[in-house]
């Protein structure tokens, strides 16, 4: 019996060598393979709220339509099965099995009317059974700028005009 903290795959060998009374000998061996592996899940959430500069982690308009985009990636060097995504929205997309390198990408669009914090959590599981987590925070910040002018006209005997304006945030 033999103990090792191993950090990749290895391939050992065990050779036992015997004689008999005669000085016959006698060799057998036996192979044995620890296959390691390395899995890893990432998701990353973005969003496109201005409709300007593509999808990134926050963005600023005023209320409106802003599009989600969530992409689930096995960063590791297993396959992952019933990978899954549970999203603040209330949705849940998958279940996917992503080989090494692979992704998954959903898209959707909700109407915002105040600042939003949006995450998606990712959730998938290797050949053991081991679950592998990741999530990914979007904001859609809501501005909501205005701003009133009132002008008046004074007809008395001296010529002018007085403003005023006000800006509400």
Do not use: R
Not at 3 to 22: F, I, Q
């Amino acid at each position: 019996v033999c103990s090792s903290d191993l950090s990749a795959t290895t391939v050992n060998t065990a050779t036992a060598t015997g004689y008999d009374e005669n000085m016959n000998e006698y060799t057998d061996d036996s192979t044995a393979i620890a296959h390691v592996i390395n899995p890893d899940l990432a998701v990353d959430k973005t969003v496109d709220f201005d409709d300007v500069a593509g999808f990134s982690k926050e963005e600023t308009n005023t209320p409106g339509t802003a599009t989600w985009k969530i992409i689930t990636t096995n960063t590791g060097d297993s396959t992952l099965t019933s990978v899954t995504v549970t999203d603040t929205n209330g949705e849940s997309y998958g279940p996917w099995t992503l080989a090494p390198g692979a992704s998954e990408t959903v898209t959707y669009t909700s109407n915002v009317t105040e600042t939003t914090i949006n995450t998606a959590t990712a959730t998938g599981y290797d050949e053991l059974g081991n679950d592998y987590t990741d999530d990914s925070t979007a904001i859609a910040h809501v501005i909501n700028p205005d701003i009133s002018v009132d002008k008046t006209v004074d007809f008395d005997d001296t010529p002018g005009f007085s403003k005023e304006e006000t800006n509400t945030p």
